[in-house]
T-cell receptor
Framework: DAKTTQPPSMDCAEGRAANLPCNHSTISGNEYVYWYRQIHSQGPQYIIHGLKNNETNEMASLIITEDRKSSTLILPHATLRDTAVYYC??????????????WGLGTSLAVNP | KAGVTQTPRYLIKTRGQQVTLSCSPISGHRSVSWYQQTPGQGLQFLFEYFSETQRNKGNFPGRFSGRQFSNSRSEMNVSTLELGDSALYLC????????????FGAGTRLSVL
């Protein structure tokens, strides 16, 4: 599976939008982009995923560039509870081998009051 | 419905001992994966079980083993503990190996002294 690159840390003011970037320049045509986050002392939590179209759910929005080499996770109104490590990973849809996933170190987002 | 449950939450062991960790997946989920998380390393895949069979295995020594029961509950065992085995061990479940969204437990924090 393709590897992703994320900034190690970011800050955001409470109530503002948090925009978390992810580069996946070697992504293949059949690979989806998945985002998870890990709040301190908890396991990772699924947020959203997409292939090439922008996606939105109750937690966040996902913007994928037209060439699919990068994406941005948007938390529209960040709260203190959004402070977490955010992971961007890519994998083929319905390709079940978790062994091939590359999680990386993610982006540590600090939402400040 | 109940999420993924891992027990115990915390463990302290000494070198040379062995340890068994337990994971109860979400009801209806038949696939269970185990990960090791250490600072600076991200999530490292240990193994995945589906229908009581190990489907994939990561690059860990044979001291790390696991099993899955008929009710999908899973255990992992680490024998002859080493200091470097200190980590957060995470369990994740999904409906089947073709389902890409994983649901994680809160993890077991193992400290080896």
């Amino acid at each position: 599976d393709a590897k992703t690159t994320q900034p190690p840390s970011m800050d955001c003011a409470e109530g503002r939008a948090a925009n978390l970037p992810c580069n996946h320049s070697t992504i293949s045509g059949n690979e989806y982009v998945y985002w998870y986050r890990q709040i301190h002392s908890q396991g990772p939590q699924y947020i959203i995923h997409g292939l090439k179209n922008n996606e939105t759910n109750e937690m966040a929005s996902l913007i994928i560039t037209e060439d699919r080499k990068s994406s941005t996770l948007i938390l529209p109104h960040a709260t203190l509870r959004d402070t977490a490590v955010y992971y961007c990973i890519v994998r083929p849809y319905n390709a079940g081998n978790n062994r091939k996933l590359i999680w990386g170190l993610g982006t540590s987002l600090a939402v400040n009051p | 419905k109940a999420g993924v449950t891992q027990t115990p939450r915390y463990l302290i062991k000494t070198r040379g001992q062995q340890v068994t960790l337990s994971c109860s997946p979400i009801s209806g989920h038949r696939s269970v994966s185990w990960y090791q998380q250490t600072p600076g390393q991200g999530l490292q895949f240990l193994f995945e079980y589906f229908s009581e069979t190990q489907r994939n295995k990561g690059n860990f020594p044979g001291r790390f083993s696991g099993r899955q029961f008929s009710n999908s509950r899973s255990e992992m065992n680490v024998s002859t503990l080493e200091l470097g085995d200190s980590a957060l061990y995470l369990c994740a479940s999904r409906r089947g190996t073709g389902e890409n969204i994983q649901y994680f437990g809160a993890g077991t924090r193992l400290s080896v002294l």
